[in-house]
């Protein structure tokens, strides 16, 4: 007796993450997400209602670029559901936002022990430890983003 496997056993979702903006375009994938696939439904995350209603529309074209592409999911897919997250899509630019900043100061590094010297004097007359520190970080920044 022959055995069907199952597609998801085959199948690697983050492949289908991974050409999301090929298949939606770069407006629609800044902010919509392939979630899961579920009995036959494709579910997606999306930042607003007014993107899920965008997908909504373009749902069978959405189906037959995906079958396309990845000819493994051919039947598998046949209906699309939304779900509305705002907060992961605030988190996720955040979080690219954090990547792409530049990096501090290495504590090691010569401009760094020079502010962190000037610093400790500036504020000796400070008695409690957690208070010292918070001022302490606060003048290394503040010294070290002005002197760039």
């Given at each position: 007796?022959?055995k ?28 919509t ?15 607003h ?21 990845f000819p493994?999911l ?8 939304f779900e ?12 690219e936002?954090k990547?792409?900043?530049?990096s ?7 401009k ?27 003048y ?7 002197n760039?």
């Amino acid at each position: 007796m022959l055995k069907r496997i199952n597609w998801t056993h085959s199948f690697d979702f983050l492949l289908l993450s991974s050409a999301w903006p090929e298949l939606v375009g770069p407006l629609l994938s800044q902010n919509t997400v392939p979630l899961k696939m579920k009995n036959k439904t494709l579910f997606i995350l999306t930042k607003h209602m007014a993107f899920a209603q965008e997908l909504n529309y373009l749902a069978k074209e959405l189906i037959l670029k995906i079958e396309s592409k990845f000819p493994i999911l051919k039947g598998v897919i046949t209906q699309i559901a939304f779900e509305t997250n705002e907060g992961f899509f605030n988190l996720k630019k955040e979080i690219e936002l954090k990547s792409s900043a530049p990096s501090p100061f290495h504590p090691q590094s010569p401009k760094y022990r020079l502010a962190l010297e000037e610093a400790k004097k500036f504020f000796s007359h400070l008695e409690e430890n957690e208070e010292k520190e918070k001022w302490l970080s606060l003048y290394i920044q503040m010294k070290l983003n002005t002197n760039n």
